[in-house]
């Protein structure tokens, strides 16, 4: 396929969106809660909320092959982050039969585009073994300081008030 045009997802795409997003959980399960959560936030929210932002590239039979989502967030003003926001790409996939044919570098390139258009100074995202040479092709680089916590603190143990600082300012 020598171009792939990648297009705005429409709050009628959001089924499709679900179906693709549920192929790359890795493994975490996909309640009904969680799903009727993001189908009801996609439905809502695309076309509307300028924070959210995904782009589909169609099959043609009324399925979507690939699509991208990401989000814009609002932090502070820096040398990194001169206007203060930053995009995150949340989700790239491609439906198994559409694989290696450059929809997922059609759907990140339009998404890329459209979170610096909106201000973005930098994009980040978890890259998959899998999506690691695309993302190196598009300019990604690694940052080795990120860390991710998905659990709570651990408490604080009895008479260790302040012990959550000792180690220095983060």
Known sequence: MTSTPARPATPKDAEELLRLRVDVLTGRPATDHWRTTFLTD?????????????????????????????????????????????????????????????????????????????????????????????????????AAHYLTLRHPLPPVPAGAAGARNAGGAA
């Open 42 to 142: 996609m439905q809502s929210r695309l076309g509307t909320d300028p924070h959210l932002l995904a782009y589909v590239a169609d099959a043609g039979d009324g399925t979507l092959a690939a699509c991208a989502i990401g989000v814009v967030y609002r932090g502070y003003e820096g040398p990194s982050y001169p206007g203060g926001l930053w995009g995150r790409v949340h989700t790239v996939v491609t439906d198994r039969p559409y694989r290696r044919q450059g929809l997922a570098e059609a759907v990140t390139r339009a998404l890329v585009g459209a979170l610096q258009d909106r201000g973005c100074s930098s994009v980040e995202l978890i890259a998959t073994p899998e999506g690691l040479p695309l993302y190196e092709k598009l300019g990604f680089d690694p």
